[in-house]
């Protein structure tokens, strides 16, 4: 019962009560959890981690995220997208429009689950309460137009694709489709979990060792190896043959330290 469901989340209801559709589905007890909120008027990819997946949700809410946004120009919405107060201002933005990519700086909207003194962003907005969140920054690999008001956005974690159609001018999302979360397509959903080791395999580095080393690591301690994978990367997931091990960090002297580990 450890991997990933790729769901195809329609419009309407929240991640929170994907999830739940799927845990009274599961074996009693079973954990459940997702990579990636997507609001509920959007539909489109939601990672749904099942048993010991969901100690991995770092590592999958970190990739990339791609989407499709729809625009409608000449008016505003308090929230970005049509759950909002909508307003008419008639000001279509002057064609050829800019979009944005790289490094940019954001303020997340208002009406965000962001987390302000232990209330969400979204809950103050609604009760009035000024909602002053900070800027950071995001990476925009991508953005093309696909039509009219269709475009094509493939962007880091922590994006907020509303806030990049409402930059555009007078305009607000109208709908949003997430196609993609780094390597899972939504062309792929359906009712099958992708196994543990295999999702992870797609999104880190993989280390293959023994039985010994792998108990040993399993276990919580350090191991050494022969070489460890080029390009420096801070997490790589540890398998023996038995399967999926842990997440450890490479450090010196070819050290393989553990971070999270699947078994037990």
């Given at each position: 019962m450890?991997?990933?469901?790729l769901?195809?989340?329609p419009a309407g209801p929240t991640s929170h009560?994907?999830?739940?559709?799927v845990?009274?589905?599961?074996p009693?007890?079973?954990?459940?959890?997702?990579?990636?909120t997507?609001?509920?008027f959007a539909?489109g990819?939601?990672?749904?981690?099942v048993?010991?997946?969901?100690?991995a949700?770092?590592?999958?809410?970190?990739?990339?995220k791609?989407y499709?946004?729809r625009a409608?120009?000449?008016?505003l919405?308090?929230?970005?997208?049509?759950?909002g107060?909508?307003v008419?201002?008639?000001?279509?933005?002057?064609e050829p429009?800019?979009?944005?990519?790289?490094?940019?700086?954001?303020?997340p909207?208002?009406?965000s689950?962001i987390?302000?003194?232990?209330r969400?962003?979204?809950?103050?907005?609604?009760?009035g309460?000024?909602?002053?969140?900070?800027?950071?920054e995001v990476v925009?690999?991508?953005?093309?137009?696909?039509?009219?008001?269709?475009?094509?956005?493939?962007?880091?974690?922590g994006?907020?694709v509303?806030?990049?159609i409402a930059?555009?001018?007078d305009?607000?999302c109208?709908?949003l489709r997430r196609?993609?979360i780094?390597?899972?397509?939504?062309?792929?959903?359906?009712d099958?979990?992708?196994a543990?080791?295999?999702?992870?395999a797609?999104v880190?580095?993989v280390?293959?060792?023994?039985?010994?080393?792998?108990?040993r690591?399993?276990?919580?301690?350090r191991v050494?190896?022969?070489a460890l994978?080029?390009?420096?990367e801070?997490?790589?997931?540890?398998?023996?043959?038995a399967?999926p091990v842990c997440?450890?960090?490479p450090?010196?002297?070819?050290?393989l330290?553990p971070?999270?580990g699947?078994r037990?």
């Amino acid at each position: 019962m450890d991997g990933v469901l790729l769901v195809d989340k329609p419009a309407g209801p929240t991640s929170h009560d994907v999830v739940a559709q799927v845990r009274r589905a599961l074996p009693r007890g079973t954990r459940a959890g997702h990579a990636g909120t997507l609001d509920p008027f959007a539909t489109g990819l939601l990672l749904v981690l099942v048993g010991r997946a969901t100690r991995a949700q770092r590592w999958l809410m970190a990739q990339d995220k791609e989407y499709v946004a729809r625009a409608r120009f000449g008016w505003l919405s308090s929230t970005g997208d049509p759950e909002g107060e909508l307003v008419e201002t008639g000001r279509i933005p002057a064609e050829p429009l800019r979009l944005p990519t790289g490094v940019l700086r954001q303020r997340p909207p208002a009406y965000s689950a962001i987390k302000l003194g232990g209330r969400r962003a979204y809950a103050l907005a609604r009760a009035g309460e000024e909602v002053d969140l900070p800027e950071r920054e995001v990476v925009v690999h991508r953005f093309e137009r696909l039509g009219a008001d269709e475009f094509l956005i493939r962007c880091s974690s922590g994006t907020y694709v509303r806030s990049l159609i409402a930059d555009l001018g007078d305009a607000y999302c109208t709908a949003l489709r997430r196609t993609a979360i780094g390597p899972f397509r939504v062309e792929e959903a359906g009712d099958e979990p992708i196994a543990l080791g295999e999702a992870l395999a797609r999104v880190l580095p993989v280390v293959d060792v023994g039985a010994d080393a792998g108990r040993r690591i399993g276990h919580g301690q350090r191991v050494s190896i022969a070489a460890l994978p080029a390009g420096g990367e801070e997490h790589v997931l540890v398998r023996d043959p038995a399967g999926p091990v842990c997440v450890a960090h490479p450090q010196e002297g070819g050290v393989l330290k553990p971070v999270v580990g699947f078994r037990g």
